[in-house]
T-cell receptor, first 113, second 115 residues
Framework: SQQGEEDPQALSIQEGENATMNCSYKTSINNLQWYRQNSGRGLVHLILIRSNEREKHSGRLRVTLDTSKKSSSLLITASRAADTASYFCATVAYGGATNKLIFGTGTLLAVQP | AAGVIQSPRHLIKEKRETATLKCYPIPRHDTVYWYQQGPGQDPQFLISFYEKMQSDKGSIPDRFSAQQFSDYHSELNMSSLELGDSALYFC??????????????FGQGTRLTVV
């Protein structure tokens, strides 16, 4: 990975359970974002947390950020079969005139009905 | 709402051939990013453009080149294709690459298969 690792690499849970995915990164960041990808499809932005924030919520999603440990976690509560997808964290690194996204390895989440 | 449009969606080429992938960003987005995603891999940053100028370069082979045109669409040109170039190629756009904390909007990708 260009930036860091995510764990677990694969997670299988039952509908209604919570799913927690972790992400570690290597460099200083401005913000960290989580994306979702259905098999072979495009990436969809889920949530963004800035480096000065510690926790953020959006619907059934909860993201935490610990910049001292260079890590983040994504919690999906009350999971549904439709949540089955790969989840990637991405950090915003500085470079040139743009802020490019650097992705972690991703966690494949399978929610069993 | 308009999204990022990529064409073609699927492309099959033979080794040593050339491929051109196109990306049409969301209207009024001035920044375009290209990513390559191999099977089971994370998206790897290739190159980005801001206001029609190349702004960042990642792990893009010398055989690849890209540009952003006056209407902000972008093309990724890939020459002397190798089997290892088989991957999903994503384009993403954002409203302003200079603005921190901006999410990127991804297209559905072009699946390139080199045979």
């Amino acid at each position: 990975s260009q930036q860091g690792e995510e764990d677990p690499q694969a997670l299988s849970i039952q509908e209604g359970e919570n799913a927690t995915m972790n992400c570690s990164y290597k460099t200083s960041i401005n913000n960290l974002q989580w994306y979702r990808q259905n098999s072979g499809r495009g990436l969809v932005h889920l949530i963004l947390i800035r480096s000065n924030e510690r926790e953020k919520h959006s619907g059934r999603l909860r993201v935490t950020l610990d910049t001292s440990k260079k890590s983040s976690s994504l919690l999906i509560t009350a999971s549904r079969a439709a949540d089955t997808a790969s989840y990637f964290c991405a950090t915003v690194a500085y470079g040139g005139a743009t802020n490019k996204l650097i992705f972690g390895t991703g966690t494949l989440l399978a929610v069993q009905p | 709402a308009a999204g990022v449009i990529q064409s073609p969606r699927h492309l099959i080429k033979e080794k040593r051939e050339t491929a051109t992938l196109k990306c049409y960003p969301i209207p009024r987005h001035d920044t375009v990013y290209w990513y390559q995603q191999g099977p089971g891999q994370d998206p790897q940053f290739l190159i980005s453009f801001y206001e029609k100028m190349q702004s960042d370069k990642g792990s893009i082979p010398d055989r690849f080149s890209a540009q952003q045109f006056s209407d902000y669409h972008s093309e990724l040109n890939m020459s002397s294709l190798e089997l290892g170039d088989s991957a999903l190629y994503f384009c993403a756009s954002s409203p302003s690459g200079r603005v921190v904390g901006t999410e990127a909007f991804f297209g559905q990708g072009t699946r390139l298969t080199v045979v």
